[in-house]
């Protein structure tokens, strides 16, 4: 038996999960049906140990953060996602189209501010095409020629091309040649088909969300990934979704950060839906970490959660607390999260510092700027 199976036996686990963390900790691959133990079980701090592990193969000490600003083009949306709090029909009271004179004016502002990382993600506007964006990403990259453009879901790119009536291919390969770098993991939500049908009825599906990035990544367009829980799946359907996103992984190794979004109920359709509990939240955390052994980094969005649940995350697998955001976006504040999500670097730092992890202030493509 290794040493430090050894040390974790005083937790009394039981034959099934020594059987696992002994894979964990000589770094074999888990499979679904050990996935689907591991979250049934709750042994927590053998999570947090076992995550933890796997982190620091992958990161070592270090917890990455970076500089960033968000654009939300718009909120006015032709789907009816259920979970969403933000989306508005075209005239209704709260919707808001931004020109591309004012984004233009936000990268200008935030760049001088010293941001690295514009991340753009909005509703799927009934009219704007894929020659409206291309057209942004252009006029974003003369403003800010050094910033990273992070830019739009599967979903919205699905849109856009269809929209202008080109395929998947040509409308990355226009907007890469107008400057966009990579791509957020958002319109991922549970791939569960039936489950997808009843939360999200008219967007993207799953195997056309797992395309796209794949025709992404085949194109050097690294992505994220991310999956929406908390709303009424189970164990199962998380794995499955896990199981879709490492497959895709061993054939591209396009993604390079898994985020786990927890769903928050405010001003939506489910709001009567208890949100998870942090002790789920560190599980499920720590099972991703686990399981996802080809996806580089696992990112604790402390928007969503709290900055404090975002730093206990960092004791279960988490090795990156995304950005400083600079209260930019509202897709998060709408649904329950914090009111003006704003971050330091020297609050980022702190977090970090104080479970003596080491802070790395990063690109987007996880290069370290800065050893704090
Ligand atoms: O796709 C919407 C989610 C996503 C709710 O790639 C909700 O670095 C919970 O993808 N409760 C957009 N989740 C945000 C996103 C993201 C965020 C941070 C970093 C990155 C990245 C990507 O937000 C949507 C949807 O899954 N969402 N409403 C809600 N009420
Ligand atoms: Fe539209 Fe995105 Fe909201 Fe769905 S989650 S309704 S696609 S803005």
């Keep these: ?5 050894l040390l974790i036996n ?23 049906g050990d996935a689907l133990h591991l979250y ?27 500089r960033n600003f968000h654009i939300e083009p718009t909120n006015i949306c032709i789907n009816h996602c259920k979970f969403c709090s933000y989306r508005r029909r075209k005239g209704q009271n709260g919707a808001w189209e931004c020109s591309i004179e004012e984004m233009v004016e936000d990268v200008k502002k935030f760049t001088a501010k010293g941001a690295t990382e514009v991340h753009i993600v909005g509703g799927v506007h009934p009219d704007r095409d894929i020659n409206f964006y291309t057209d942004l990403i252009t006029s974003i990259r003369k403003a800010g020629p050094k910033l990273n453009i992070k830019a739009f879901t599967a979903v919205e790119i699905d849109q856009m091309c269809e929209k202008g009536n080109i395929s998947i291919e040509e409308g990355l390969k226009r907007l890469k040649d107008a400057g966009l ?9 549970i791939f569960d088909e039936e489950l997808r049908a009843k939360i999200c009825p008219d967007k993207t599906g799953s195997n056309e ?16 990934s991310t999956m929406l829980y908390g709303l009424l799946e189970n164990y199962e359907q998380r794995v499955d979704h896990l199981n879709r996103l490492r497959e895709l992984q061993d054939q591209t190794g396009g993604f390079n950060a898994f985020i786990p979004l927890k769903f928050r ?12 509990t942090l002790i789920e939240d560190l599980k499920n955390y720590a099972v991703s970490r686990i399981f996802l052994d080809n996806i580089p980094h696992l990112k604790a969005y402390w928007p969503m959660i709290g900055k404090q649940a975002a730093q206990l995350s960092l004791n279960f697998g988490v090795d990156d607390l995304d950005g400083t955001i600079d209260d930019t976006t509202k897709i998060y504040s709408m649904a329950g999260g914090d009111d ?24 987007t493509l996880y290069n370290i700027l800065q050893i704090w």
């Design 209 to 224: 969300w797992l395309r796209i990035h794949a025709v992404a990544h085949k194109m050097g367009i690294p992505t994220n």
């Design 181 to 189: 770098e990579s791509m957020p993991g958002g319109g991922a939500e």
């Design 1 to 5: 038996m290794n040493s430090e199976l």
């Design 10 to 32: 005083p937790l009394h686990i039981s034959d099934e999960l020594k059987a696992i963390s002994s894979k964990v900790l000589s770094r074999q691959r888990i499979s679904s």
């Design 40 to 66: 049934q079980s709750n042994n927590l701090a053998l999570l947090g140990v076992l995550a933890t592990h796997a982190k620091q193969h992958l990161s070592g000490n270090y917890v990455y953060f970076n």
């Design 340 to 363: 003006k999500p704003t971050a330091s670097r020297e609050e980022l730092v702190a977090l970090i510092k104080e479970l003596n992890l080491v802070p790395a202030e990063r690109d």
């Design 265 to 276: 109920r405010e001003n939506n359709e489910y709001s009567k839906v208890k949100e998870s």
